[in-house]
């Protein structure tokens, strides 16, 4: 994946603007007393990760939609293909969600910022 796609910026979890510098202090998203950490700037080229206050909000509609896509694929694999019952189901669904909660969490926050900033490489 090549540098300059919003898509390289969100998948590998870096600056918007400059593609290097980490969007989020620990790489480990489960280690679950940091994972939510990020730097108030870009370590590289000094983008503002924190642009104001409440900034991430609407990141949690981009997770609600997340957790509601995967919830659907995850309902009709184990209900329709699998057969399980609804209890089964619904302990699945939890499941998944609580383990997924750290990945999407991350995800979120980079595909909110790639909305607002643009690729600018260091000259």
Known sequence: MKKGKKLYSILKLKCPRCHE???FLH???YNLNK???MPEN???CGED???ESGFYWGAMMVS???TT???VI???IVYYFAGWDIAANIISLVSVIIILFPIVFRSSRAIWINIFVNYDPPA
């Open 69 to 71: 896509l995967i919830a």
């Open 49 to 51: 990760f924190q642009r």
């Open 35 to 37: 994972f939510d950490k």
């Open 74 to 76: 995850v309902h009709a």
């Open 27 to 29: 790489g480990n998203p």
């Open 64 to 66: 609600h939609a997340t």
């Open 42 to 44: 870009c370590p590289v």
């Open 21 to 23: 510098g980490n969007l």
